[in-house]
């Protein structure tokens, strides 16, 4: 006899709920779901209940001003979500800390842990008090419906900061007066 392939998904889903252990602590209210699902990119395209599933797989975590919330070179297999306060993402350059960027709350980092480099590529530190909600990459990858669509984002948002990189790349060529074109070998 053979067996309905939506019987195996449903039966599969309930078998994966009962056994990934879910963070505790995420507390949301339909206001806050709603400015979530609003500002972050990540999230864009996500039906209401996608989204509530996605942020019951989070943790959140709370960063004192100063606090590093990972070192560049760490180990990483998750991404966060700034919530509130603001944060600073830096590289260490020739034995100098160089700001990247200056994140609000909305945008997120630490996503390149998720989609393929397991060591953190620059550290991420808490300039006021922050709040950022945690994705563990195994909890992402095991919630194929929103899965998707958080890769999907996060590589809009790569695409965009690789533009954005491009761009000041070209101008501190200008700038340098190195314009010839470089040899291929």
Do not use: W
């Not at 070179?73 to 800390?97: C, M, W, Y």
Request: proline share 4%; charged share 20%; aromatic share 4%.
């Amino acid at each position: 006899m053979p067996v309905d392939p939506a019987v195996v998904k449903i039966f599969a889903e309930n078998v994966r709920a009962d056994v990934i252990v879910r963070p505790t602590g995420l507390n949301l209210d339909s206001a806050l779901v709603q400015k979530i699902a609003n500002r972050v990119k990540v999230f864009k395209g996500m039906t209401h209940d996608c989204l509530m599933s996605t942020l019951a797989m989070a943790e959140n975590q709370s960063h004192k001003a100063g606090d590093i919330v990972f070192n560049e070179g760490d180990i990483g297999s998750s991404f966060h979500i700034l919530i509130a306060g603001e944060v600073v993402v830096e590289k260490t350059k020739n034995g100098q800390t160089v700001l990247l960027a200056r994140l609000t709350p909305g945008e997120c980092f630490g996503e390149m842990a998720l989609v393929g480099k397991h060591l953190r590529t620059a550290a991420v530190r808490a300039l006021s008090n922050a709040a950022t909600i945690r994705f563990d990459r195994e909890r992402v990858d095991s919630y194929p419906d929103s899965a998707h669509i958080i890769y999907r984002n996060i590589a809009s948002v790569l695409a965009a900061r690789l533009h954005d990189s491009s761009e000041m790349l070209a101008d501190l060529v200008v700038r340098s007066g190195e314009t010839a074109p470089a040899p291929l070998s």
